[in-house]
C-alpha cells in the first residue's frame, strides 16, 4: 500500500529486515521512472530483434558470407575477422590489426564511460530522493565524523572535559599516550574510507565522493569482465562491436539500487567493492602480462606492465583490509585461487611443437609469479600502515579498535569478537538481535541462520528482486567450468565465508545484505556471463553461425529492463523504507542553524547520528556538543566561556512520518547553583569495564530519575571454584569518570536503583586510591512488590586537590552471594534479567562556586 512519506503512520511490529518483504505495485515517482524506462528497454529491444538480418562479413571490398572457407594459406585481408568460435584453415595467417579493430577498445572504454556517468548521476539522485541531503544510518554519520577529523589531521583528536558531553556511541576514548598527556577519542571504524571520504571535506564536497566512486566502479566492473571473461573481436559487417559482458556487466552495475545506495550515503562498502574489483582485475592483468613476457623471451621486470599491475593489485587489497578486514580475506582467498589456476595452468602446458622443453622454464616462471607476488605486497603496505596508525591512535596498541570499544562500552565481556562460542552477541548495540536469534550463543545453527539471513537479502541486492538472482547462480556454474573466470564463481563464496564468524547480520533495507555488497561487481560479471549463454542458446535455437547486426544491442536492452522492472516492484520498496526510517531526515543539518540566525556559540544536540554530523574537532565559530539535560550542560558551558548555548531538537512524531527540527535558546542562570544532579545514564561508556558491563537502560513508570538509569551487570561466572572466588572477591567492576575540574571540595552523594535481589558497592576513587565505599544491600521486603528502589547514600567529601576522580560500581552476582554464605531462596535458577544494580543519579553539593 502506497502513502506519503511525510504523512503519519501507524505503528506496526517491527520485524527483521529479512522477513519484512516488500513487493508490489509500484508507489514512489522513482519506481513509475523505473518502471517506465524498463518498458522502453523492453520494445526497442524486441524492435532490434525483428528488425535484424542475416549478416555478411566484409573487409576491403571482399564479401564472406557466414561458413565460407578461407582458401589454405591465405590471410585474412585487414579489418577482416572470422565468425565466433571459427578457426583458421591449415596454413592460414591472422592480418595485423585493420581500422575496423582499433575502434573496438575505445569504443568499449568509452561505453563503460558512459555508463559510469550515469551510475553518478543516479548516486548523486540518490542522495536528493532517498537520503534527503547526507548520511542517515548511525554508521554512516560515524564515517562522516571520522572523516572530517582526518581532514583535520587526527586520527585521534582532544577529548575536552567534561568528557561525557563529547562521548557517546561508536566514540573510542583513546589510550594512547600523547605529549601533552591530554585524552583522546577516535570513531572505532578503520581508517580506509574515511581517508578517502577526508578528501571529500577538504575540497568542500564530501558528499560527491560517493558518485565518483559509482563512476569508477561501473569502469571497473567492465574491466574486471574485460579480464575474466574475454570476447573475440570482429563483428558482422567489419564494424568494431562493444564487447557484451563487459558492457553488460557494467550495465547491471550502474542500475544496481544497492550500489547505488552505497555510492551515495557514507558506508564504505562502495569503496570495499571498488578495491575489491581492481585488486582482482589487476592481479589477472599482471598474470597476462607476465604470460605474454614469457612467450616473448622478455626478461622479469619489476617496472614492467606486470610488475605495474601487480603492485595496483596490492595497493588495492591492502586498501581494502584498512577499510573491511573479513573483506580482504575473502579477497585473500579468491587471489590464492587466481595464481594456484595461473601455475597449474603454466606448469601443465605442453611444449610447442618442434621446442624442446627447457629445463630452466619452471624456475623462471617462478622467478616471475615471485617478482609479481613481491610486488603485490609492496603495495598492500600503505593501507596496512594506515590502518595500525590508525588503530595505534585509537587504542595505544596494534589492538582492534572496535574490540577495544564493545569491551568499555557494551556486554557481556568478550561479546564482541570474530569467531564462535558462547557469550557472543553484544547486548547493548545489537539486543533484540542478540536474545531472539542467538539464545543459546553463537554455534553452528546460529551462524547458519544468520548467514541465511544475509542470503534472503542479498538475493535482491545484485539486481533488484529475488528471481533475477538465478542470473548470478546460473552465471556462477558457467564460471565454474572456465578455469579462467573460476575465481570469479568462487568469490562470492569466499565473502560469504568470510562473514559467517561474526554473528550480527548486518541487514537493513536499502543497505541490503551490506556485508556481501562488496562482491556485487563479480556478481553482475556472473549474470552478465548468464545473459550472454541464453542469447547464444536462443541464435543456436535458430541455426545462426554469428549474431546478426543489432541482436546483442537488443539483447544487453532487454536484460536491462529486467533490474529497472526489479525496482519498480520490489527493491524501490527497500529504499522507500529506507528513506522513511527515523524521521526521514538527516538528524542535522547545518541550514537549520542559518536560517535560525546562529552564527556562534554553542550547540546541545539530542541524537548521535546529529552529534555525528555536527561536531568539529577543529575549533570555530560553533562548538557542537551532546545534550545531557543535567549539569553537565552547565559545566561545558562554563569550560566553554558561557557563549550563547541552543539547543537543536529532532523530533520524530510517535506515529512515524518526517521529523520535525526545532532550535531554541537554552539559558543557564549566571550564578552557580549550590546542589547539582549529573543522571546516571549521562556517564556512560565507562573507561573501563572487568567481568561486568554498564548500559543506559529506560525505567519509566519507577523511581528512576528522569526515567533512565545505568545498569551494571556481573557477567555470569563460567564455573569453578576459581569464578565463584573471582566474584566474591568484588572482581566484576565498572570505572565511571567524574568531571574532576567541577567536583573539588564539593560532597558526592550517589542515588542508586536496585531490584530484585540486586546488590554491589559504589566506590569512590581519586587519583586511583579507595577513598570511600557504599555498600547497597537488596531491596528491604516491604519494597518488594515495586519494579525499583531507589537509595540514596551519604554524602561524601571530594578532596580540594584531586585530580583524577572515578565511582567503580561493582554488582555483586548470585555465585557471590551464595559463596559468601548469603541466603537465595529461588537459589540459582532465576533469571538474572530481574535481580538490578544501577546508578541513577549522582547529587553534587558545592560548598564554593562551581566555577573554581
Known sequence: MCGSSSAPRPPRRARSPGRDVRA?????????????????????????????????????????????????????????????????????????????????????????????????????????????????????????????????????????????????????????????????????????????????????????????????????????????????????????????????????????????????????????????????????????????????GAPAAWTGPAGRAAAIAGLAAGWLAATRPPSALALAATLLVLLLGRTAASSGAPASSGAPASSGAPAAHGSRLGKLAAAMALGVLPGLALLAAHQGAATGALASSQAAYYAVSDGPPGCFRYGFGDGIGCLGEHGDFVRHNLPEGYGFLAAAGTTLRRLKLHLVDALNAEPLALLVLAGAVIALRRPRSRPLALAPLFQIAAYAPFYFDGNYPGGGARFFADVLPVEHVLAALAVLALAERARASRAAAVPRPGERLAAALLAAALPLAGFAFRAGFDHAALRDREGGLPMFDPAELARAGVARGLVFIDTDHGYNLAFDPTPGDIAVLRHRGDALDRMAWEARGRPPAYRYRFAIPDGGGLASVSIAPLSFDASSPREALIEGESLWPPRAQRRAWALPEHAGGTCASGGRLLAVRAAAAAGGDAAVRAAKDGDAAVRIGLPARWLRGARLSPRVAVGGEGAGEVRLVVDGAAAHVWRVEPAAPESSGAPLTCIELPAHPIPERAVEIELSLAPESREAAVAAGAAAPEGLKRAKDEDLFALDALSIAVGNSVDQ
Open 24 to 296: 508490489g505495485i509500484p508507489c514512489d515517482p522513482a519506481q513509475w521512472i523505473a518502471l517506465a524506462l524498463s518498458l522502453v528497454a523492453l520494445l526497442t529491444g524486441a524492435w532490434l530483434l525483428r528488425r535484424a538480418r542475416p549478416p555478411v562479413i566484409r573487409s576491403s571490398g571482399a564479401a564472406f558470407p557466414p561458413g565460407a572457407a578461407l582458401p589454405p594459406g591465405a590471410a585474412l585481408p585487414p579489418g577482416a575477422a572470422l565468425p565466433p568460435g571459427a578457426a583458421l584453415p591449415p596454413g592460414a595467417a591472422p592480418s595485423p590489426p585493420g581500422p575496423a579493430l582499433r575502434p573496438i577498445a575505445a569504443r568499449g572504454v568509452a561505453a563503460a564511460a558512459a555508463l559510469s556517468v550515469v551510475a553518478a548521476l543516479l548516486s548523486a539522485a540518490y542522495v536528493a530522493a532517498y537520503l534527503r541531503g547526507g548520511p542517515r544510518i548511525i554508521d554512516a554519520t560515524s564515517y562522516w565524523l571520522e572523516a572530517r577529523a582526518m581532514a583535520a589531521g587526527y586520527l585521534a583528536w582532544p577529548l575536552d572535559e567534561p568528557a561525557a558531553s563529547t562521548l557517546g556511541r561508536f566514540l573510542l576514548r583513546s589510550e594512547a599516550a600523547t605529549p601533552d598527556g591530554a585524552d583522546r577519542v577516535a570513531v572505532l571504524f578503520p581508517p580506509g574510507y574515511p581517508a578517502l571520504l577526508s578528501l571529500g571535506f577538504l575540497a568542500g564536497a564530501p558528499l560527491a565522493i560517493g558518485p565518483l566512486l559509482a563512476a569508477a566502479l561501473t569502469v571497473a566492473t567492465y574491466d574486471l569482465a574485460a579480464r575474466f571473461a574475454p570476447e573475440g573481436h570482429g563483428a558482422p559487417g567489419g564494424a568494431a562491436r562493444i564487447p557484451f559482458v563487459p558492457l553488460l556487466a557494467a550495465l547491471f552495475s550502474a542500475l544496481c539500487a544497492a550500489l547505488r545506495y552505497h555510492t551515495a550515503d557514507t558506508m564504505s562498502h562502495g569503496l570495499a567493492a571498488l578495491c575489491f574489483t581492481v585488486a582482482l582485475a589487476s592481479a589477472r592483468r599482471a598474470l597476462d602480462h607476465a604470460r605474454a613476457a614469457a612467450r616473448a
